[in-house]
């Protein structure tokens, strides 16, 4: 038998709320060809800039040109868990990487300040091409509450 609790949003068991946060879910991408761009292992590549309150949804890497040799990067926010959006996502490849919460500790993380989010780079890099994206939430300034 399932047990069906309603009290949580019955207002005449105490003042309960539901917040709507309101604000947008977005998708951003930049495009990197490290051809014309070369970084050396341990390189931080600031990819994205992230303001307080935004919340990570996803990062996704989709690499259309492959190395040629070794490499792999660390996304993340440097100053937080520098790999904590996607670890050792190889860049020596055109398979698509996408973050997964649960394994990913920053999926879900609202941010406290403003800061970036970063690529740490493993190997020295000179061929590939590559387009990262992070989906993230951006809370309204101003939310509105409704009681139940």
């Given at each position: 038998?399932?047990?069906?609790?309603?009290?949580?949003?019955?207002?005449?068991?105490?003042?309960?709320?539901?917040e709507?946060?309101?604000?947008?879910?977005?998708?951003?991408?930049?495009?990197?060809?490290?051809?014309?761009?070369?970084?050396?292992?341990?390189?931080?590549?600031?990819?994205?800039?992230?303001?307080?309150?935004?919340?990570?949804?996803?990062?996704?890497?989709?690499?259309?040109?492959?190395?040629?040799?070794?490499?792999?990067?660390?996304?993340?926010?440097?100053t937080?868990?520098?790999?904590?959006?996607?670890?050792?996502?190889?860049?020596?490849?055109?398979?698509?990487?996408?973050?997964?919460?649960?394994?990913?500790?920053?999926?879900?993380?609202?941010?406290?300040?403003?800061?970036?989010?970063?690529a740490?780079?493993?190997?020295?890099?000179?061929?590939?091409?590559?387009?990262?994206?992070?989906?993230?939430?951006?809370?309204?300034?101003?939310?509105?509450?409704?009681?139940?």
């Amino acid at each position: 038998m399932v047990n069906t609790y309603t009290d949580y949003v019955d207002s005449d068991n105490g003042a309960q709320s539901i917040e709507r946060i309101g604000g947008e879910v977005t998708l951003e991408e930049i495009y990197i060809d490290f051809s014309e761009f070369n970084v050396v292992a341990t390189d931080i590549v600031q990819l994205f800039n992230v303001s307080k309150g935004d919340t990570l949804l996803s990062i996704i890497t989709e690499p259309a040109t492959a190395e040629g040799a070794t490499a792999t990067c660390d996304l993340g926010i440097t100053t937080t868990d520098p790999n904590g959006l996607d670890d050792s996502v190889d860049l020596n490849a055109t398979t698509i990487a996408v973050s997964a919460p649960g394994t990913d500790a920053l999926i879900g993380y609202k941010l406290l300040a403003d800061d970036t989010v970063d690529a740490v780079i493993d190997n020295d890099l000179d061929a590939a091409k590559v387009t990262f994206k992070l989906l993230k939430a951006t809370a309204n300034t101003s939310p509105a509450s409704d009681s139940v």
